[in-house]
């Protein structure tokens, strides 16, 4: 329990944080990595290059000094992220790791200003914030071993089969090395593969999403080739240039808080690029367990080559009852290309095409995302019924 002096003098600095979150984050991450190299090994080196995970933290740290006093407000956020760590393997032991130089951190950056009473209750509050990870975390940990065919950390696969999806999409089948089929998964969520690749110092960790319904006896993945800057995606082109059939890799149990939910409410599922991965599973889903369910899917690539799954979603819509599918190209390379959009999918087209009780789920490129977010909003679908996954650290779209 926190005193409420603690509590007084962490919500008052609050606003600081604010202002100097992503100054705070930046030293954070330099010196605890100075100090903790082997930390380089669960971290996603392109994240901190682009700036992208100090502000998730620095957000993060923010909004939990705001509610200090009232945490359950941010459970929905703290299982987020927690499914993320729960995926990298963060364990109990690394949270006093962090704890130390957020606080050192804090201190660098605002010196004098930063007192020792103001460290002392961030410190405090710190700790009572990491206890509700470290808690959430383990009930994590236990249900993925506990699944059939579960496991705690990371365990090896063998590269069962590699499909050319698409000109940028590859899909590798990864079947468990001892043999055991993986567990049953949520529709939407992903695993998170783990590589030594030969240069590279530290083990590279990348999430991806199950691109096929769960009840298979192996995970499928399908990973766009990030080749458009400069540096080029590590991963991404190891996976598509050196990872073949036979290989070994090691990947976690499924894990992530954006999934198909069951239910009578109409669904529409919208995905630009290589976000049609979770919707494959989604309407997979749909397609063996709820085939009477009403179901708008709605996909936006840059053109024909790039479109990805075109025939598989197009014969699992044939399974629906009351299915229907659209696809959008940004541009056509010539009129043998078919779609049902040319260019971008606008809110006209998503009022006409979803029936504005349904839910909707949203996976893409940011800037489709928050296009499509703003049009569903505007034409009145409530928080509740968008759901959105991020292909990196979380943001807030409506920010
Ligand atoms: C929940 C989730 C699900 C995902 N699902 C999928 C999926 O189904 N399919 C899929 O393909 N991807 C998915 N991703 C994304 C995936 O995890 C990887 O981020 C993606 O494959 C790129 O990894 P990479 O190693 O190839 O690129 P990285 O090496 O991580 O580089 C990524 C980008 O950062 C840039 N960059 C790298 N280093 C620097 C630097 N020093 N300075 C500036 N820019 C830099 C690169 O140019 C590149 O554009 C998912 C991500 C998440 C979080
Ligand atoms: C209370 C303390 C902590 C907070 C508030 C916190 C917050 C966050 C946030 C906001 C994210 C981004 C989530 C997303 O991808 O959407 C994240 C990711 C992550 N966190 Fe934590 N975290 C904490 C402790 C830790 C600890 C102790 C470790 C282990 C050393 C850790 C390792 C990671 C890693 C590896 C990622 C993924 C980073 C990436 O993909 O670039 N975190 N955390």
């Not at 030594?196 to 199950?210: A, D, E, F, T």
């Not at 939910?261 to 919707?279: F, R, Y």
């Not at 229907?324 to 940004?330: G, N, V």
């Amino acid at each position: 329990m926190l005193s409420q002096k603690t509590i007084d003098i962490v919500k008052s600095t609050a606003p600081i944080l604010e202002t100097h979150g992503v100054d705070i984050t930046t030293y954070f991450y330099k010196t605890m990595f100075e100090a903790h190299p082997e930390l380089l090994n669960i971290f996603n080196h392109a994240n901190q290059s682009q700036g992208r995970q100090q502000t998730a933290l620095a957000n993060t740290v923010y909004a939990a000094a705001q509610y200090i006093d009232q945490l359950e407000v941010l459970l929905p956020t703290v299982k987020q992220i927690a499914q993320k760590h729960r995926s990298l393997t963060v364990k109990p032991e690394h949270y006093p790791i962090v704890g130390e130089y957020l606080l050192k951190a804090i201190k660098g950056v605002l010196g004098d200003a930063a007192t020792d009473e103001i460290i002392g209750a961030w410190g405090e509050a710190y700790g009572v914030i990491a206890q509700v990870f470290i808690d959430i975390e383990k009930e994590m940990y236990a249900e993925a071993a506990e699944k059939s065919g579960g496991w705690e950390d990371f365990k090896e696969f063998i590269v069962e089969k590699k499909v050319t999806e698409s000109s940028l999409i590859t899909s590798f089948y990864l079947k468990a090395k001892d043999g055991v089929s993986v567990p049953w998964y949520l529709p939407g969520q992903y695993i998170t593969v783990r590589l030594s690749i030969p240069g590279q110092k530290h083990l590279l960790n990348r999430q991806y999403s199950l691109s096929q319904a769960p009840g298979s006896d192996s995970f499928r993945i399908s990973v766009k080739r990030e080749a458009d800057h400069n540096p080029q995606g590590k991963v991404s082109n190891y996976l598509h240039d050196r990872l073949n059939v036979g290989d070994t890799i090691e990947a976690s149990a499924p894990a992530g808080d954006f999934y198909l939910e069951k239910g009578e409410q109409p669904v529409a599922l919208i995905s630009g690029g290589v976000g049609i991965t979770p919707m494959m599973a989604m309407l997979g889903s749909i397609a063996e367990n709820e085939p009477n369910r009403k179901t708008v899917f709605v996909h936006a690539a840059r053109n024909k080559d790039a479109h990805a799954f075109g025939e598989e979603a197009g014969a699992l819509v044939e399974k629906l009852n009351d299915g229907k599918m659209y696809i959008a190209y940004e541009a056509k390379k010539d009129e043998s290309e078919v779609c049902d959009i040319t260019g971008y999918v606008s809110r006209d087209f998503l009022q006409q095409v979803i029936e504005s009780n349904s839910v909707c789920y949203v996976c893409g490129p940011i800037s489709f995302m928050r296009a499509v977010v703003s049009h569903l909003t505007a034409l009145g679908f409530s928080k509740n019924n968008i759901k959105y996954e991020f292909f990196g650290p979380a943001l807030a779209l409506e920010a």
